[in-house]
């Protein structure tokens, strides 16, 4: 998928294979996306009664919904964002230890 807008800020990440491109996975986008909205919904459960794991739930959602987006566009992280499992069973994505 090409696409112009925001191209000079991607380059840099795939320059230095924090990003790298896949073939555009609108499944695997949308499986994260629900995901993500499952996040949402658990965090707005949490929210009044443990506010750390709402955070959580909520950090997971923006992630997981971020990573779609890239999936979408056909691009992929190749290492976590955080310290979190290397291997997201989600999509499919297994992150390189070293780009």
Excluded: F
């Excluded at 990003?19 to 909205?37: M, T």
Aim: with cysteine; hydrophobic share 40%.
């Amino acid at each position: 998928m090409a696409w112009d807008q925001g191209r000079a800020t991607v380059e840099n990440p795939i320059k230095t294979g924090m990003l790298e491109g896949v073939p555009p996975n609108l499944s695997a986008a949308q499986s994260l996306v629900d995901v993500a909205e499952t996040h949402l919904a658990s965090a707005l459960t949490l929210a009044e009664t443990d506010t750390v794991l709402a955070y959580d739930a909520l950090h997971g959602a923006n992630r997981k919904a971020l990573i779609a987006i890239l999936l979408a566009q056909g691009l992929r992280p190749t290492r976590p964002p955080c310290a979190e499992s290397a291997d997201d069973s989600t999509t499919g994505t297994h992150y390189r230890e070293d780009p």
